[in-house]
């Protein structure tokens, strides 16, 4: 089983970080929360960091863990880790997505999910439910 981080970035406005998988990629043209494979001993905060780094060129900083969701995609299976984070800097520039956006948590449902992502949104989605009049 593959152990993947994902980070569900917010930033001041209260929109959250998404990010469209590139052509050629699993799950090519869906959306997921960014992150990546963590590494031998490496926390999960800690890949995120590292990752975020990396493939959009900002900072974060993991504030709360969210939750785990174990899926099979087949061919493989992966065990997603999903963090909250706050953006602490930078400027989105794009390696390994073909596509970015900051979205509001009830915007989150027009999009189509990696399936591994798809509980997190539905999370999501119920406290935005919680919270509105």
């Given at each position: 089983?593959?152990?993947?981080?994902?980070?569900?970035?917010?930033?001041?406005?209260?929109?959250?970080?998404?990010?469209?998988?590139?052509?050629?990629?699993?799950?090519?043209?869906?959306?997921?929360?960014?992150?990546?494979?963590?590494?031998?001993?490496?926390?999960?905060?800690?890949?995120?960091?590292?990752?975020?780094?990396?493939?959009?060129?900002?900072?974060?900083?993991?504030?709360?863990?969210?939750?785990?969701?174990?899926?099979?995609?087949?061919?493989?299976?992966?065990?997603?880790?999903?963090?909250?984070?706050?953006?602490?800097?930078g400027e989105v520039r794009l390696s390994?997505?073909?596509?970015?956006?900051?979205?509001?948590?009830?915007?989150?449902?027009?999009?189509?999910?990696?399936?591994?992502?798809?509980?997190?949104?539905?999370?999501?989605?119920?406290?935005?439910?919680?919270?509105s009049p």
């Open positions: 089983m593959i152990e993947v981080a994902a980070a569900i970035i917010e930033n001041d406005q209260g929109k959250i970080l998404i990010a469209r998988r590139g052509p050629g990629k699993p799950q090519a043209r869906l959306w997921e929360f960014p992150g990546g494979k963590l590494e031998a001993g490496e926390s999960a905060a800690d890949c995120l960091r590292r990752e975020l780094a990396e493939e959009m060129a900002i900072e974060i900083e993991p504030t709360e863990w969210f939750g785990v969701n174990e899926h099979d995609y087949g061919t493989f299976r992966i065990r997603l880790i999903a963090y909250r984070a706050a953006f602490a800097g390994d997505h073909d596509e970015y956006r900051w979205a509001a948590k009830r915007e989150l449902d027009q999009y189509e999910w990696a399936p591994a992502d798809v509980p997190f949104v539905r999370k999501l989605l119920a406290e935005g439910s919680m919270t």
